[in-house]
DNA sequence: GAGTGGTCTAGACCACCCC
DNA sequence: GGGTGGTCTAGACCACTCT
């Protein structure tokens, strides 16, 4: 049984029900207690469970739902949300084409290696300098045209025995590729642009003369409870295509 | 009084209360029955308005505060969202320093001239080609270094009058000119972004080396009822900044 | 203390999915 | 028909703001 009122005395903070709710809920997303796609138990049965109304407890779910944590289903029940399902695999992809056409891209790994992080990149997933890690190359062709070219990096640890032909074997996007080869969820992702000028590396992998404006988008993409787990910077040619955003 | 039920008889489609309170407040806005900043009624009031229980009132009141329409404030009321307020002047504002500081940009206006729709503009903004629109030229200077070149297209029709000294002379943001000059309220954005290389006229006024990779930044804003009433292009030398946007 | 939004409850009923 | 999420209600009480 929780209680809203554990602040009689002197308690400066006041830290509603479903809030209360919302933390219990995560610590077992986090503890694999139900893992992505699957259901997680129904409204009354959590209610039960933590001894709180029906309506605490679908406070509590909307807001992980609001945040693409869980993903509601009418008639059938609240589920984990997963990068493996169609509508999501390409939830964190801001790449369109002007036409509106929405064409997914084709993944090709140009490397993977083993390395140590830099100091930048140790900074951003919270690792020290020179911790093992997993660098990823790879191309992304949008009908066919070369457009964005990948640095990614995950810790090693994380993904123990990452490799190239592992992600050429497997079939769909790389954070659905992530989650069900290492359990690894990304629930958010903070990106910054710049605009650059190719290099000759850059220029020959998309096919441009050197010194093309490209996009550059340098991205931290974090799993449960707000943790770094991938750094990323992508060099994008936008041609016939732009990164669309929406601003609230 | 309300009813969900209006659809005894071969109603296809079903509409939630709240919904529908939902449409009301939103028409009492377009209506301009509470303008920007000031409270609407409470939710006991509102309730007894529209003859339901303050709860229904309530989730429409939540989304629209979710969209940042109404602004809740707890012990005080509800208000109606302004981009005159100092939280909200710089919302759609995206160019961050990458030192984490944040420091806003001065504007300077370069000129501000009538002129007809282009094709493209007036699509865009649902005008006829041709149609009569003021066109905004100015510069944005962050820590007294220009970074943005703005080009800024709105409708001649809702904007009367509009002129270089009158921009000149109001002191805050571009918005907030808009809606308190003419009850122009921007409620949400759509953006597109590319790379390109600065032109001459781009490079001298941004003062970088003509051919400089620039972020280009197209934007579509919208008032309420998703009616397009800005189209806006600017070009951001991002030089120590960057475009921040967070993936959901 | 009065008024506002914010939380929590218990219960009724509806819409949707699947057996 | 039974289970699940989704809506709506009425009422109690809490937290916050202002006077």
Redesign the interface.
């Known amino acids: 049984m929780l209680s809203a009122m554990t602040n009689v005395i002197a308690a400066p903070t006041f830290r509603p029900l479903y809030d209360q709710i919302k933390i219990l809920l995560t610590q077992s997303l986090v503890a694999g207690e139900w893992k992505p796609g699957e259901a997680i138990p129904s409204e009354v049965e959590l209610a039960a469970r933590f001894g709180v109304s029906q309506g605490t407890v679908r406070k509590a779910i909307d807001e992980l739902a609001?945040?693409?944590i869980l993903v509601r289903r009418q008639g059938k029940g609240t589920y984990v949300a997963s990068h493996v399902e169609d509508h999501a695999r390409f939830?964190?992809l801001?790449i369109h084409a002007?036409t509106g056409n929405t064409i997914y891209p084709k993944s090709e790994f140009l490397a993977c290696k083993r390395d140590k992080a830099s100091p930048l990149v140790a900074r951003a997933l919270e690792l020290r300098p020179g911790a093992p890690v997993h660098m990823i190359h790879r191309r992304l062709l949008f009908s066919g045209k070369p457009l964005v070219l990948d640095e990614i990096v995950v810790s090693a640890v994380l993904c123990k025995g990452l490799s190239s032909t592992q992600l050429n074997e497997y079939n769909g996007s790389l954070y659905s590729f992530f989650e069900s080869r290492y359990g690894l969820r990304m629930i958010?992702?903070?990106?910054?642009?710049?605009?650059?000028?190719a290099d000759d590396k850059a220029a020959s992998i998309l096919e441009v003369a050197p010194?093309t404006?490209?996009?550059a988008v340098?991205?931290i993409a974090f799993t449960y409870g707000d943790k770094p787990v991938e750094w990323r910077r992508g060099l994008?040619h936008?041609d016939g295509?732009?990164?669309?955003?929406?601003?609230?």
Chains 1, 2 share one sequence.
């Not at 295509?241 to 609230?248: D, K, M, Q, R």
Request: glycine share 6%.
């Open positions: 609001a945040e693409n939830r964190f801001r002007d958010r992702a903070e990106e910054r642009l710049t605009a650059v000028a010194g404006p490209l996009l340098n991205r994008c936008t295509h732009s990164y669309v955003n929406e601003l609230g």
